[in-house]
């Protein structure tokens, strides 16, 4: 339903004073103008805790005039498009790559940092997912595997999720995968670190390759060789996401 004019600018007023503390935008509106810089605090208030809430790592790494900075940016110049205050963290990531804190704060680490703990809100939040029907026996290497679909896999440039931020330098920067992933047992969430090996056969198994195919196009593609050794390793990984209904069994 569209909005009257008259209430519109009332919203649209309202929601510029708070993001500017300019009285200029409810000058002209029907309010107690004496109570609008507590509405106006309690707003930046809410803002902040639920920013501190979902990125304490990165609250902890930034000094007070760091997070001051970027926060009250973010308030006043950002034009949130999304209502359900659990979304709003992951504009805020998306305001900090944009305006580039990550180079100002001498942080290379910064966007997957967020990106990092962002994720965990994402994935702990999404949807339900319809589970496949499957079967629970059959051949690691020649059968079909099916994921859980509820996880997201990421590829970052440093090893945010393995190593303590203070000690992240420049030189870390690489090809890191990350996958995180819903239990089913109680919804909690839970991380792993990946190989390029092990993303890919992730990647390939949720496009309905069997693992014998996948484990062979990674090493023509790649144009190195497979041994016993890896071939150990691959079906101990597959055992493993099968252990923790990462892999809920077989098409």
């Given amino acids: ?75 006043k110049n950002h034009n949130a498009q999304e209502y359900r205050i659990w979304l709003m963290p992951k504009e805020f990531y998306e305001y900090v790559v944009e305006k580039k804190y990550a180079k100002k704060y001498n942080m290379p680490f910064l966007n997957d940092l967020l990106l990092f703990e962002w994720i965990e809100i994402e994935v702990h939040t999404m949807e339900d997912e319809i589970f496949p029907k499957i079967k629970k026996e059959g051949d690691i290497w020649n059968d079909i595997l099916i994921l859980m679909p509820e996880y997201r896999l990421l590829q970052l440039e440093y090893p945010v999720h393995i190593k303590q931020t203070k000690e992240i330098t420049a030189a870390d920067k690489g090809n890191y995968f990350l996958f995180s992933y819903r239990t089913l047992e109680n919804k909690s969430v839970k991380f792993m670190d990946l190989s390029i090996l092990f993303a890919f056969c992730i990647e390939q198994i949720e496009e309905g390759n069997t693992l014998k195919d996948i484990v062979k196009q990674f090493f023509t593609l790649t144009n190195s060789e497979f041994n016993n050794e890896i071939k150990e390793k691959t079906e101990s990984f597959i055992k493993g996401l099968i252990q923790k209904e990462v892999v809920l069994g077989f098409k």
């Fill in 1 to 75: 339903m569209k909005l009257k004019d008259t209430t519109y600018k009332a919203y649209s007023g309202i929601a510029k004073y708070c993001r500017t503390g300019d009285s200029k935008h409810i000058k002209d509106l029907e309010l107690r103008q004496d109570r609008m810089p507590h509405y106006r605090r309690l707003v930046f208030n809410i803002t902040k805790n639920t920013l501190k809430q979902a990125y304490p790592i990165t609250f902890k790494l930034f000094n007070n005039a760091q997070w001051e900075e970027v926060v009250d940016d973010y308030f």
